[in-house]
Structure formats: structure tokens, C-alpha cells
């Protein structure tokens, strides 16, 4: 019998280990033992107190675990494909619950619940206030609670936890396939045999060269840091590297990305970075009527002085991304699965780190030390 429960409870800047009560799933519920949970750029944010989250959190919406736990309303109603689910299985899940009531959810539907106006999220719940009893819903945690709504997937069996822990990263890099659209081999769209720059060496960045790869890029250029990084994206396929510490000005990375395009630039350029400044820079290394993914902006560091005449001069298409639709980790879920003998995907996983040294994997992200961090909660 479980009683007493550990979990890394976050505030900005502090994170302390706390014990909870064993999280005892009512009709519906279920509970999950957590075998690992990824560090994402967002968490690194919601620590550093720019995010607005209600705090105090459990962390943690990039989660796998085991069923613990269930009811007999939740082992049949939550997984995805209407499969059953029992004690033991292995499983992962989408991290919203969509509220179903706001325009978003109404009119648009589950493609668009990313937009959800009041989602439940797992890993950005209070854990102090009475609605949110028992508290448990974060995967940095031994335990956590499912919610009824919640979508659930059965993780194959021959994928390990290191792999099927990276499934969100991935599917946060869902914009290079929707600029695609509407007809890649007109030349509108990103499509088989382009050149993609990708801007940002750190686990997004990895993920979105990689799903270039899978939709046909023939070059792949990194443009980041450390020089480490890079080293590992080039294990994973990535054509060239272009790193900071020898081109560590706008206009030289700009020059080089033409120069390795003959003067051209590229089909598409993917800002996986975070730093405001990326963004200009991937408006001139793109080629005339190329596309300008936006997916490393996650939080708001603020405007930047920009011209839009550059979009317009160009003839540029941009996306913008906020995170994915719940049904990207279905198609995502396979494309790990049969890319694993592909991409040594184990090797992005660069550390493991207990609850009580949660704090370090986050530092370690700033730092720029590891690629993927995961917590271990057992
Ligand atoms: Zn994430
Ligand atoms: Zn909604």
C-alpha cells in the first residue's frame, strides 16, 4: 500500500522535494507510477517566472509511466483508440484536457484544442488549492492522477522510456510539416528535395532537422551551440553545421547560409531558438517565396526592431506555432517507432536526474550542458 508520495514542487526560482497524499483514483480517474519525465525549454521558463503559471506546480507534461491504478470507466474510455487499459501497461498521454465550452473548442474542434481558451494541463496545475485536490498532476512525481478526458496512449513495446519521452519535443515541431501545404511540388511549400536551415542546436532543434529528414529535405543546415550540440545533430543526419563560436555575428551567418545556397538561400528556415533575434536573421536566409517557421519563441522576451518590408520584398510565408494538436501525438507516436533504427534517439537523452535534483536538470538546460534532460521520479 502506497501512502505518502514525493513530488519537486516549483516556484520561480525554488523547487523543493514535498510529500502528498497517495493520489487514490475515483471512478474515472486513474493513477499512473511515473517512470520519467523531459525537461522541456518551458519548464526552464516557468522556473525562471516567465510564464504565467499559478504557482506552486508539480512540473512536468512530457510524462511516462505505468497504469497503477484504474477504475473501470477510465481503463476503457481513455485510451485513444478505445482499447482497454490495465495495470502494468506502459503508457503516455496528450497533457491538455480541452475544456469543450470556449470558441476554440466549440467551433473549431479537438484538431485546434492546442488553442483551447481553459485547459486542464498537466504539469501546470496548483497544488495548494482545494479545487485541484489531490494535487498530483504533474510528472514530476512518483504518482500521478489521470482525469477523466484525458488521452492516453499505449507505448509500443519494443520503444523504450528514453525514446517515448521525447514524443512531445517532437510533436512540437509540427510547422515544418504544415508548411508543406498547399503543393510542395509547385515549389509552394516545403517539400521533397529543399534546403532547410534550422536555427537553435538544442533538443527542438534536433527534432524539427529531423522531421525535414523524414519529409524528404535534401540538406539540412544547423546554425547553434555549442559546438558539442552539433556534434550530436550531426549523428542524427544533419548535413552542416554552422556553429557560434566561429560565426557568432547576424551577418556572417546570413553570408554563410548564401554562400552554401549558392547565394540563393534556403526553402525553408525553422527558428528553433528562443533568442529574439533569430527571427530577422531567418527572414534573409530564406530564398524569395520561401517559408519562415516560428516554433523557439515560447515565451515573450519582448519586441524587436523588424521590417516587415522584408516579408513583403521576399514574397515570404510565415508560420507561427504554439505547441500541437492532440492528434499530432498519434502520428508522431509512429513516426518515432519507425524511425528508431533510423536515429539514435536514446542519444539525445543526455541526462537523468532524480526528483530531489530536479533543480539541476534545469540548470543544466541553461547551462547548455545537456540535450534532453528527463526526471526519474522512481
Ligand atoms: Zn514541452
Ligand atoms: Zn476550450
New binding site residues.
Given amino acids: 500500500m502506497v501512502s505518502r508520495i514525493r513530488a519537486a514542487v516549483m516556484c520561480p526560482g525554488r523547487m523543493e522535494t514535498k510529500l502528498f497524499d497517495y493520489p487514490e483514483p475515483k471512478e474515472g480517474e486513474m493513477t499512473v507510477k511515473m517512470h520519467m519525465s523531459g525537461v522541456c525549454g518551458s519548464d526552464k521558463h516557468q522556473f525562471d517566472g516567465h510564464l504565467k503559471v499559478d504557482f506552486p506546480v508539480i512540473p512536468g507534461h512530457e510524462n511516462v509511466g505505468e497504469v497503477f491504478e484504474e477504475t473501470k470507466t477510465a481503463s476503457s474510455k481513455m485510451e485513444v483508440h478505445a482499447e482497454c487499459l490495465y495495470k502494468g501497461d506502459r503508457i503516455l498521454w496528450y497533457p491538455d484536457i480541452?475544456?469543450?465550452?470556449?470558441?476554440?473548442?466549440?467551433f473549431l474542434g479537438t484538431w485546434h484544442?492546442a488553442?483551447?481558451?481553459?485547459?486542464f494541463t498537466y504539469g501546470y496545475v496548483n497544488c495548494e488549492k482545494e479545487e485541484f485536490r489531490p494535487w498530483t498532476f504533474g510528472g514530476w512525481s512518483e504518482y500521478i492522477l489521470l482525469r477523466p478526458g484525458t488521452r492516453v496512449w499505449r507505448i509500443p513495446d519494443e520503444m523504450e522510456d528514453e525514446v517515448a519521452v521525447l514524443l512531445d519535443t517532437l510533436a512540437s515541431t509540427r510547422a515544418i510539416a504544415r508548411a508543406q501545404m498547399p503543393y510542395p511540388n509547385q515549389k509552394e511549400g516545403f517539400g521533397y528535395g529543399d534546403t532547410v536551415v534550422i536555427q537553435g542546436a538544442g533538443p527542438v532543434g534536433l527534432m524539427a532537422a529531423i522531421r525535414a529528414k523524414v519529409l524528404g529535405a535534401d540538406k539540412v543546415i544547423m546554425i547553434g551551440a555549442p559546438d558539442w550540440r552539433l556534434k550530436v545533430a550531426e549523428e542524427f543526419g544533419v548535413d552542416i553545421t554552422v556553429g557560434l563560436e566561429t560565426f557568432d555575428t547576424g551577418e556572417q551567418r546570413i553570408a554563410e547560409v548564401k554562400r552554401l545556397t549558392k547565394g540563393i538561400g534556403a526553402d525553408l528556415v525553422a527558428d528553433c531558438t528562443g533568442i529574439p533575434s533569430a527571427f530577422p536573421e531567418a527572414v534573409e536566409m530564406t530564398r524569395k517565396s520561401g517559408y519562415v517557421v516560428e516554433i523557439g519563441a515560447y515565451t515573450d522576451y519582448g519586441p524587436i526592431p523588424f521590417n516587415p518590408w522584408r516579408l513583403v520584398d521576399r514574397d515570404l510565408t510565415v508560420i507561427g506555432q504554439f505547441y500541437c494538436p492532440p492528434m499530432q501525438y498519434e502520428a508522431d507516436l509512429k513516426l518515432l517507432k519507425n524511425t528508431m533504427d533510423r536515429f539514435p534517439y536514446k542519444k539525445m537523452l543526455t541526462h537523468k536526474v532524480p526528483l530531489d535534483r530536479a533543480v539541476d536538470a534545469i540548470d543544466a538546460h541553461r547551462a547548455l550542458k545537456s540535450m534532453k534532460a528527463a526526471i526519474t521520479p522512481s
Fill in positions: 480541452s475544456c469543450g465550452t470556449c470558441y476554440y473548442c466549440r484544442s488553442q483551447c481558451e481553459n485547459p
